[in-house]
C-alpha cells in the first residue's frame, strides 16, 4: 500500500509538472487544489497536499491568499530549503542571502494562504519553511511555536477587517454591520472560526474593537453591560457556529470527492425510504418541493430573529 501511495503521489506531481512546462497551466493560473487532487486521482489528502508541497519546494507554483495555489512566474527562485550547514559564505547572513528577509509578517501571511487553501492542518513549520525557502529552525526566531503562529494568524486577518471609525446611528444596523463582516471574515477565512474559542478565549488585539463596538453598541441601547457581553457572545458564537460547517464540509469533500449536493444524491434513496412509512409528513412535503441549504441565508436569517430578540427584550426598536 505504501508503494501505491509513493507512485500516485509521483503521477500527480509529473503531470501537473508536465502541464505547467507545456503551458496548459499558465503563470497566474490556478493549479488543482488539494480537494480536487483527491477527487480526480483517488488519492488521501495528506498523498494532495504532499504533491503541491513538492512543487512548491521546487518553485513551480506558490500559494496566493484568497486565491489558492497558482503556477509561478518564470525566472521565480527556486525555493528548496536549504542545508543547515548552507552554502554561503562565513559569516553572511540569512537576510543578505535570501531575495526576501524572513519577517514575522512574512511567516505570518504564508501560514494564513496555507491555512486559507488547504486547512488548518496543513499548516506546519516543516511546510511553512518550504513555502519561504529558509531552514525550518529559523521560524523559530519569530514564533515560540504553532499555538504563538496560531494566535497571530487569527490577530493578522482579524486586523486586515477593522470596523469603520463611524458606526451607523442605529443599534441594529451597528450590529448587523459587525456580525455580517465577522461572517465574511469567517467565510473567507474557513479556519477561522474552528480557531477561536468561546470557553477559552484567546486574547487577540484586533478582536477587541470588535467586543467593545458590540458592548457600546447594546449598552447605548438600553442593556447593562452584563447583559451587553451576553448578547454579544449570542451573537459570536451563532456566526461561529454557522461557519464551522464551511470547514468541515471543505474537509468532508476532501475525503470523500463529493461536494455536498453530490454527498446528498448518495442519501436521496435512504431518505426517500424512510419518508415511504408515512411517519414523517412535513418532511415529505418538504422534500417534494426540494430545499437549497445555503448557508449565507442560513446566517441571514438566524441573525435577523437574534436581533428581533434582543429589539424585543427591550421592548423598543
Known amino acids: 500500500m505504501g508503494g501505491q501511495a509513493v507512485s500516485r503521489y509521483s503521477q500527480i506531481v509529473t503531470e501537473l509538472r508536465r502541464r505547467i512546462e507545456t503551458g496548459e497551466l499558465a503563470p497566474g493560473d490556478r493549479v488543482p487544489s488539494t480537494r480536487e487532487i483527491t477527487r480526480h486521482w483517488g488519492v488521501a489528502m495528506a498523498t494532495a497536499t504532499k504533491a503541491l508541497s513538492e512543487l512548491r519546494r521546487e518553485g513551480v507554483v506558490r500559494a496566493v491568499p484568497g486565491v489558492g495555489t497558482v503556477v509561478a512566474a518564470p525566472g521565480r527562485p527556486v525555493r528548496a530549503a536549504r542545508p543547515a550547514a548552507a552554502a554561503r559564505p562565513a559569516g553572511a547572513s540569512e537576510a543578505s542571502s535570501a531575495p526576501t528577509a524572513l519577517t514575522l509578517e512574512r511567516i505570518v501571511g504564508a501560514a494564513v494562504a496555507v491555512a486559507d487553501t488547504e486547512g488548518l492542518a496543513a499548516v506546519s513549520m516543516r511546510r511553512l519553511a518550504a513555502e519561504l525557502g529558509v531552514a525550518t529552525m529559523s521560524l523559530y526566531r519569530h514564533v515560540a511555536d504553532k499555538d504563538d503562529l496560531l494566535m497571530r494568524m487569527m490577530d493578522s486577518v482579524m486586523a486586515q477587517s477593522p470596523l469603520p471609525a463611524d458606526p451607523p ?47 457600546t453598541t ?100
Open 218 to 317: 447594546l449598552h447605548a441601547h438600553g442593556f447593562d453591560l452584563h447583559s451587553a457581553f451576553t448578547a454579544h457572545l449570542t451573537l459570536l458564537n451563532y456566526a461561529r457556529g454557522i461557519a464551522f460547517n464551511v470547514e468541515t464540509e471543505r474537509e468532508a469533500e476532501a475525503a470523500s470527492g463529493l461536494d455536498s449536493e453530490e454527498w446528498m444524491d448518495t442519501q436521496e434513496p435512504v431518505l426517500l425510504a424512510i419518508l415511504d412509512t408515512g411517519r414523517f409528513p412535513a418532511l415529505s412535503c418538504l422534500a417534494e418541493a426540494g430545499y437549497d441549504l445555503d448557508l449565507d441565508a442560513l446566517f441571514e436569517f438566524g441573525l435577523q430573529r437574534l436581533l428581533d430578540g434582543l429589539a424585543s427584550a427591550q421592548g423598543r426598536p
Open 169 to 215: 446611528d442605529h443599534w441594529r444596523e451597528a450590529i448587523e454591520l459587525a456580525a455580517r463582516q465577522l461572517w465574511d471574515l469567517f467565510r473567507r477565512h474557513p479556519w477561522l472560526a474552528p480557531a477561536l474559542s468561546v470557553t477559552r478565549p484567546q486574547m487577540l488585539p484586533s478582536a477587541l474593537p470588535y467586543s467593545e463596538w458590540m458592548l
